[in-house]
């Protein structure tokens, strides 16, 4: 089945840097999406992306879907954007389930 | 709206007992799926249902059960409880697979089985 690597694991910023999330998959998608998972484990939706470039005010992602990888940015990241961000992703086969990766976890301290 | 809503948030259970999870959503939408996350991990999908009457089996089926009788609720049923089956499940839904498929989840139930 389709692969989903995302990088870093981890990722620990200062308050007001600028940060960049990559998700690699591994065969062509119908879908892909961002969640951020915050400290009390509820999914929200940051964006629905399987092609093209999307912002969301701080929060902007990109995905080249002919090379196979899509890019989260968060800008002036703030404590609040503290949390686990997943990108997932449903291949053009037969199945609808999101395959997830294995998330980048980040903090963000004051 | 409110979107999709889960019930209940929290549940213990022993060894062999049974539960429902409950899922409802209000978005008129036709696919359902219920997931789990272990600790430190991504979802994984049990079931989903491609509308009313429809189920079919994901990744890790074995365990549970489920059924799809209205457009708006997707129950799943643990049989025989058992320690592995301590995670956090999501239920989620999307309007059409060859259109627009945006998932959206619900808020989860955390299970532990002792």
């Known amino acids: 089945g389709i692969q989903v690597e995302q990088s870093p694991p981890d990722l620990i910023l200062q308050e007001g840097a600028n940060s960049t999330l990559r998700c690699n998959f591994s065969?062509?998608?119908?879908?892909l999406q961002w969640f951020h998972q915050n400290p009390w484990g509820q999914l929200i939706n940051l964006f629905y992306?399987?092609?093209g470039t999307k912002q969301n005010g701080r929060l902007s992602a990109t995905t080249v879907a002919t090379e196979r990888y899509s890019l989260l940015y968060i800008s002036s990241s703030q404590t609040t954007d503290s949390g686990v961000y997943f990108c997932?992703?449903?291949?053009?086969?037969?199945?609808?389930?999101?395959?997830f990766g294995k998330g980048t976890t980040l903090s963000v301290s004051s | 709206n409110a979107g999709v809503t889960q019930t209940p948030k929290f549940r213990i259970l022993k060894i062999g007992q049974s539960m429902t999870l409950q899922c409802t959503q209000d978005?008129?939408?036709?696919?359902m799926y219920w997931y789990r996350q272990d600790p430190g991990m991504g979802l994984k999908l049990i079931y989903y249902s491609v509308g009313a009457g429809i189920t079919d089996k994901g990744e890790v089926p074995n365990g549970y059960n489920v059924s799809r009788s209205t457009t708006e609720d997707f129950p799943l049923r643990l049989e025989l409880a058992a320690p592995s089956q301590t995670s956090v499940y999501f239920c989620a839904s999307s309007q059409d697979r060859d259109a627009y498929n945006e998932q959206f989840f619900g808020p989860g139930t955390r299970l532990t089985v002792l």
């Open positions: 978005m008129n939408h036709n696919y």
């Open positions: 992306i399987p092609s």
């Open positions: 997932a992703v449903e291949g053009r086969q037969a199945g609808t389930a999101l395959i």
């Open positions: 065969d062509s998608v119908n879908n």
